[in-house]
């Protein structure tokens, strides 16, 4: 399976870095720099290789890991530069740097001067972390020595707070590199991948997320029952692995960031619910938790849309794979490890009904805001949902001119996700009904309905999962 589906915008990102490169720069500086940023397990790291395999350019690619002292990180830079395709990169095995001023002033020297190359930073932040000191060291080595050779440098993360901060005015870095962002991949990539119809795309994207490994092991043409199957009952698959990997490198065992983000995982998606169901946590130790959580981008934070503010908020985990992983797979993780995943499965079967309806709503409600124009309701620029505290009215889509409070109200939508029962004439009514309960709403508002199954009702905009997916296209 090509894992590069759904990445020629990236790809040709990195293409047009390194022509910057090789056309050089003002004063004679050509060198440049990249923060790049995407969730764990995203595919950054495969992305950068076939990018610099296809570049055919002499290179280094680097990996930090969680290294207790500096001495180690180094040891471990050293190893990867003497066994580079860089011109000198022998100067290494003459020499053991100390510090990373030597280390980054001897790779500066291994570099070529009439050609073009690159070096790869990955999980920079490990290295930061280990040495506070070091941004500031690859600040001024990079203007002194590698900003004057023809070299992309590419630093590489997954903390998605630590990188972009990285660039932030006051920090040494601030305004010398350009930033990108690697996200999953889409829907319609899903669809691509896997052959599939375009609803079974979006069913196979709430489980996977869009994580590359996991699509990987996803056999092209399976059904998810079919792909469940083999992968819950299979403690090694990626799916089972892939978030509890990823929460390790995140936060450690029990930590009340960890208990939040599994309490909001089991569903709870208020203030108050959340603490009950972390544990009783002080209003206090929640707010840190849930600060974190968003900092880190692992958790959205909503409130209602609509023309009057409101103080209620609703979290809800940010990455599809992981709202799936948290609601079935890692409370029992025990019971698969022991060779009872059928147990697993069947808890899937009999609720996914009900949590698709819920899952679908954020990926719905992403796809509209990307829709191209003409799609929408003129003046539709933000796309959210209306709740009150008791939930009468809930509304699944609203479409506005700006949020978190709008001027003005485009559209109210109902999101219908069911195999065999389409939008009909009670859908559309009780739609009708909490519009006209909805501060800011008339029947001037457009109602629309997003169905799996169509819709047999008339006087309402039906978008399907086709539709949903030409949002994604490149």
């Given at each position: 399976?090509?894992?590069?589906?759904g990445r020629?915008?990236?790809?040709?990102?990195?293409?047009?870095?390194?022509?910057?490169?090789?056309r050089?720069g003002?004063?004679?500086?050509p060198?440049?720099?990249?923060?790049m940023?995407?969730?764990?397990?995203?595919?950054?790291s495969?992305?950068?290789?076939e990018?610099v395999?296809r570049?055919q350019?002499p290179?280094?690619?680097?990996?930090?890991?969680?290294?207790?002292?500096?001495?180690?990180?180094?040891?471990?830079?050293?190893?990867?530069?003497?066994?580079?395709?860089?011109?000198?990169?022998?100067?290494f095995?003459?020499?053991r740097?100390?510090?990373?001023d030597a280390?980054?002033?001897?790779?500066?020297a291994?570099?070529?001067?009439?050609r073009?190359s690159?070096?790869?930073?990955?999980?920079?932040?490990?290295?930061?972390?280990?040495?506070?000191?070091?941004?500031?060291?690859l600040q001024?080595?990079f203007?002194?020595?590698?900003?004057r050779r023809?070299?992309?440098?590419?630093?590489?993360?997954s903390?998605?707070?630590?990188?972009?901060?990285?660039?932030?005015?006051?920090?040494?870095?601030?305004?010398?590199?350009?930033?990108?962002?690697?996200?999953?991949l889409?829907?319609?990539?899903?669809?691509?991948?896997l052959?599939?119809?375009?609803a079974d795309?979006?069913?196979a994207?709430?489980?996977?997320?869009?994580l590359?490994?996991?699509l990987?092991?996803?056999p092209?043409?399976?059904?998810?029952d079919?792909?469940?199957?083999?992968?819950v009952?299979d403690?090694?698959?990626?799916?089972?692995?892939?978030?509890?990997?990823a929460?390790?490198?995140?936060?450690p065992?029990?930590?009340?960031?960890?208990?939040?983000l599994?309490?909001i995982?089991?569903?709870?998606?208020?203030?108050?619910?959340?603490?009950?169901?972390?544990g009783d946590l002080?209003?206090?130790?929640?707010?840190?938790?849930?600060?974190?959580?968003?900092?880190?981008?692992?958790?959205?934070?909503?409130?209602?849309?609509?023309t009057r503010?409101?103080?209620?908020?609703?979290?809800?985990v940010?990455?599809?794979?992981?709202?799936?992983?948290?609601s079935?797979?890692?409370?029992?993780?025990?019971?698969?490890?022991r060779?009872?995943?059928?147990?697993?499965?069947d808890?899937?079967?009999?609720?996914?009904t009900?949590?698709?309806?819920?899952?679908?709503?954020?990926?719905?409600?992403?796809?509209?805001r990307?829709?191209?124009?003409g799609?929408?309701?003129?003046?539709?620029?933000?796309?959210?949902?209306?709740?009150?505290r008791?939930?009468?009215?809930?509304?699944?889509?609203?479409g506005?001119?700006?949020?978190?409070?709008a001027?003005r109200?485009?559209?109210?939508?109902?999101?219908?996700?069911l195999?065999?029962?389409p939008?009909?004439?009670h859908?559309?009514g009780?739609?009708?009904t909490?519009?006209?309960?909805?501060p800011?709403a008339?029947?001037?508002?457009?109602p629309?309905?997003?169905?799996?199954s169509g819709?047999?009702?008339?006087?309402?905009?039906?978008?399907?999962?086709?539709?949903?997916?030409?949002?994604w296209?490149?």
């Open positions: 399976m090509d894992g590069f589906v020629t915008r990236e790809l040709a990102a990195l293409d047009g870095m390194l022509r910057k490169v090789v050089g003002r004063a004679g500086r060198g440049r720099a990249l923060l940023r995407g969730r764990r397990r995203v595919g950054k495969r992305l950068v290789e990018f395999d570049a350019v290179h280094l690619f680097f990996t930090a890991s969680a290294q207790p002292t500096v001495a180690a990180d180094l040891a471990l830079f050293v190893e990867a530069a003497a066994s580079s395709t860089l011109p000198g990169a022998a100067l095995t003459a020499q740097p100390a510090t990373w280390a980054l002033t001897l790779l500066a291994a570099l070529p001067t009439d073009p690159v070096v790869v930073l990955d999980e920079m932040p490990y290295l930061i972390a280990t040495d506070s000191g070091f941004e500031g060291t001024k080595v203007d002194r020595e590698l900003s023809p070299v992309l440098l590419v630093c590489v993360g903390d998605l707070a630590m990188m972009e901060a990285l660039n932030d005015y006051g920090r040494p870095f601030h305004q010398r590199a350009t930033e990108m962002v690697v996200p999953p889409s829907p319609a990539d899903v669809r691509d991948m052959d599939l119809p375009s795309a979006i069913d994207y709430l489980v996977s997320g869009g590359p490994l996991i990987d092991e996803w092209v043409g399976a059904s998810l079919d792909y469940l199957s083999e992968a009952t403690p090694t698959s990626a799916l089972l692995i892939s978030a509890e990997r929460l390790a490198a995140e936060f065992a029990q930590t009340q960031a960890g208990l939040v599994r309490a995982g089991s569903g709870e998606r208020t203030f108050s619910l959340i603490a009950r169901a972390a002080p209003q206090a130790s929640l707010s840190r938790a849930l600060r974190l959580l968003t900092d880190k981008r692992l958790v959205d934070v909503a409130t209602p849309l609509s503010p409101s103080r209620e908020t609703r979290y809800a940010a990455d599809p794979y992981l709202r799936f992983w948290l079935f797979l890692g409370p029992h993780l025990p019971e698969i490890e060779g009872r995943g059928d147990l697993t499965l808890r899937i079967r009999t609720s996914w009900s949590w698709r309806g819920r899952a679908v709503e954020p990926v719905v409600r992403e796809s509209l990307r829709l191209p124009g799609w929408l309701p003129d003046g539709t620029t933000v796309v959210g949902a209306y709740w009150t008791t939930n009468d009215p809930e509304i699944d889509l609203v506005a001119d700006r949020a978190p409070v001027r109200l485009t559209l109210v939508g109902s999101v219908k996700w195999e065999k029962r939008f009909d004439a859908d559309l009780r739609l009708l909490h519009r006209a309960r909805m800011g008339d029947e001037q508002v457009e629309i309905a997003v169905s799996r819709a047999t009702v008339d006087g309402v905009r039906v978008l399907s999962p086709d539709d949903l997916l030409t949002a296209r490149d």
